[in-house]
Every structure is written in structure tokens, then in C-alpha cells.
């Protein structure tokens, strides 16, 4: 993908929820909830203050983050569904936790 977003904006993947609820259930797609989670794909530069000095962006690509349910404009791009929103949009990003990094 060659895009490249502006300002404070970012570029995000939805991942996919399971497809198997914790019993072991099957949800079909069409009972499915859209993913609020994704992965950083493209981050702009960052914004402006009030006096033209660059704010960076606290992300960066490869970061898991959590979103609003209709936060991001879905745009498609070489057949590919990504969102493109502000960072102030983004609620956090996920953290891997020591012990899963020692297991793995």
C-alpha cells in the first residue's frame, strides 16, 4: 500500500474476532459485531498547535489499538478494507503483558 495520511490522522486494520464464541458456538458473519480493534497500518507526521509547532503521534505501525464503534472512514485500497481517523479517535493502544512475552 503507498498511502500515506496527513496531519493527525492514522491508518487502521480491523482484526478479525474470533469466529467461535468461548463455548465453542460458531457465529456466522452476518451475527457478527464489526471489530473495534486493529492494527496501525500508516501514521501522519502528527498535528499543530496554536503556534504551528508538530505534536507527533504517540503511535506507531505495527501498534494494536482500540477504537469507537463508528469511529474512521472505511476506505478500500488495492482490495483491502482499511479505516482512516484522528488519533483522538484511537482509545488506547494494547500492550502485550511480560508473561506472554516470556511464553512465547
Known amino acids: 500500500m503507498k498511502f500515506r495520511p496527513l496531519h493527525d490522522r492514522v491508518v487502521v486494520k480491523r482484526i478479525d474476532p474470533d469466529a467461535k464464541s468461548a463455548g465453542g458456538i460458531i457465529i456466522p458473519d452476518t451475527a ?18 496554536e503556534s504551528g509547532k508538530l505534536i507527533p503521534i504517540d503511535l506507531k505501525v505495527g501498534d494494536r489499538v482500540l477504537f469507537g464503534k463508528w469511529s474512521g472512514t472505511e476506505v ?11 488519533e483522538s479517535d484511537i482509545m488506547g493502544a494494547l500492550q ?7 511464553a512465547a
Open 32 to 49: 457478527q459485531e464489526k471489530p473495534s480493534q486493529g492494527e496501525v497500518i500508516a501514521v501522519g507526521p502528527g498535528g499543530r498547535d
Open 76 to 86: 478500500k485500497l488495492d482490495s483491502v478494507d482499511y479505516l482512516i481517523m484522528k
Open 96 to 102: 502485550e503483558t511480560v508473561a506472554k512475552k516470556k
